[in-house]
């Protein structure tokens, strides 16, 4: 047997998140989800058209980008400029893509019932790229978007009326970019944070309960966050725990409507409906909403589209982004 060949069987797990990825000691990264990439294309069921773009070709940054059909069914000069969504995929910062067909067919859906222009950005992934590199990623997506540095966006897009959204490490990463943004003196039109991915050193509500039905247990919570951000490795640092003494007041974030989503039987519900709660007595001069699905796990819409709660969910959604 070889040397190499040794190596790798003697490679050594140090950490698992069960469905989803092994790390070695060696610092070889084995994930574990079944992710088929599909490219972008005019979706035959919602008429959405897709395309890929490049960011930054030194990082590898990009974003695919969606148009409704509403783009095409009008002239130029009645053409009403459309709200800007930037959607930020799961995953716990370290599995999926925007290329991913669980994600690129929810947000053909979405974009095609919403009517807005949709861009998911494709943020480097941990543990290869520690945080903050997704957070650095989906800032210059951000301020990309609101230069208009695209011609969809300079001719479809209504800059002034850009959303933030994401699910589980997306919900994360767009609340942290609505602090980023409120500490700059800039706000957005809206967020949406949906089961979002925020931990803690002490349990709060039921995360304890050993007979919670959540696919994750707060013991994959503990252990993922010093695997993804080696040099912050405190579970109440600010980036992880919002509600940490040293974390940043909610009074500060930069966007004008935010709506928060967690799911009943989800680890993370307690810290969603918790951050919805400390959002409504900080202060801050914006307009909340909270919405839970009973009986339902972490990104139940992501797996169950066609349910009728995901649907339910959807249409919240779509109602968000398109209230006057």
Known sequence: MSSAAASFLNDEIIFELPTTMLLYQSGRVERLVKDDIVPPALDPNTRVKSKDVIINPSTGLSARLYLPPSSSTTSNSDRKKL?????????????????????????????????????SVDYRLAPENPLPAAYDDSWEALRWVMAGSDAWLSDFGNLGKIFLAGDSAGGNISHNLGLKLGSAGMKVEGMVLIHSYFWGKERIGAEGDENRRSKRTAKDADGLWPVLCPGRTDLDDPWINP??????????????????????????????????????????DGEAEFMETEGEDHVFFLFKPHSSKAEEFEDRLVSFFNKV
């Open 243 to 284: 509600m940490a003494d040293s974390a940043p007041s909610l009074v500060t974030l930069g966007c004008r409507r935010a709506l928060v989503c967690v799911a009943e039987i989800d680890l993370l519900r307690d810290r969603g409906r918790l951050y919805y709660d400390k959002l409504k007595q900080s202060g801050w």
């Open 83 to 119: 709200p800007v969504l930037l959607y930020y995929h799961g995953g716990a910062f370290c599995v999926m893509s925007a290329a991913s067909a669980i994600y690129h067919n929810y947000l053909n859906s979405l974009t095609a019932k919403a009517d807005v222009l949709t861009v």
